[in-house]
Nanobody, 115 residues
């Protein structure tokens, strides 16, 4: 069983930045595809960004040019750098780890963008 622990959420003003981190409890982290999803109240969970084991990235259109996903395999950690934050980015952000057909999820971290 792989555990994913997110950190770095909080309250930020519009236009501000946050960096989310997700630490994985597996020595095979480097072969996992990793991703960040978010879920706002009353809405379905949606993909934010993904990064493959080889480092290829993908973003939902709403965050392109503002968010950057990266990974540090030596630290078993995936990051989400979020810049130019907007009120509509307010959500619970979840870390996802995928190996084949198996998905692992973190507990989520709240991001609130408000003045």
């Amino acid at each position: 069983q792989v555990q994913l622990v997110e950190s770095g959420g909080g309250l930020v003003q519009p236009g501000g930045s946050l960096r989310l981190s997700c630490a994985a409890s597996t020595s095979f982290f480097s072969i996992y595809a990793m991703g960040w999803y978010r879920q706002a109240p009353g809405k379905q969970r949606e993909l934010v960004a993904t990064i493959t084991s080889s480092g290829s990235t993908n973003y939902t259109d709403a965050v392109k040019g503002r968010f950057t996903i990266s990974r540090d395999n030596a630290k078993n950690t995936v990051y989400l750098q979020m810049n130019s934050l907007k009120p509509e980015d307010t959500s619970i952000y979840y870390c996802n780890g995928r190996l084949g057909f198996i998905d692992y999820w973190g507990q989520g971290t709240q991001v609130t963008v408000s003045s």
